[in-house]
């Protein structure tokens, strides 16, 4: 086993173990801990990138998402102040679209990877740059692109109107 293999399963442990540390975390019930494993798993996705040489990705993907995003995360929990209590109580509305949205996510990866398993084809990959990275990025996957600027446009207006309600 040489070292680009140990190194994809320490990044792959790490990314997993953080991400489920994100959801439920043992060791504190504070929002701030879930962000700061956040953080650990977008930097460990980051040592993934490196290894597939997407160097620009992994730049990318540490200074928007580590940066800008949990700046934004953070700003969104010490906005809501959030209290114990309320951290404590369950909403069943709440566990059952949770429930829903990972079946959903979880049906879609299985499909991919079923896919994925019985073709003989590999699709071309590029090299990570920011000229092949926008130009597949802007043919091909548009549509997911577009629904991702939407789905941030809505989460902005959303702390928006979250910390406008808190000030009146």
């Known amino acids: ?3 680009q293999n140990i190194l ?3 990044f ?3 990314t997993l173990g953080c991400g489920v540390l994100v959801i439920a975390n043992p060791f504190s019930r504070n929002p701030v ?3 700061m494993f956040l953080v650990l798993t ?3 996705m980051a040592g993934l990138f490196v290894l597939l040489h997407a160097f620009f990705l992994a730049a990318v993907q540490i200074l928007v998402y580590a940066g800008a995003v949990i700046v934004l995360f953070l700003f969104v929990i010490m906005l809501l102040d959030l209290k114990a209590e309320a951290l404590r109580r369950v909403r069943i509305y709440g566990l ?3 429930v829903v949205s990972v079946g ?3 049906s879609i990866f299985l499909k991919s990877l079923g896919s994925t398993l019985f073709s003989t084809e590999s699709p071309p990959a590029p090299e990570g740059g920011p000229a092949e990275l926008g130009k597949l990025l802007f043919t091909n996957y548009v549509l997911p692109f577009e629904v ?3 789905l941030l446009l809505v989460a902005m207006i959303g702390v928006i109107l979250l910390s406008k309600r808190n000030l009146d």
């Open 1 to 3: 086993m040489d070292l």
């Open 8 to 10: 994809f399963y320490v």
């Open 12 to 14: 792959s442990a790490l």
């Open 33 to 35: 801990t879930s962000a």
């Open 42 to 44: 977008i930097i460990s």
């Open 96 to 98: 059952v679209a949770g």
């Open 104 to 106: 959903a996510i979880l």
């Open 148 to 150: 991702v600027s939407v």
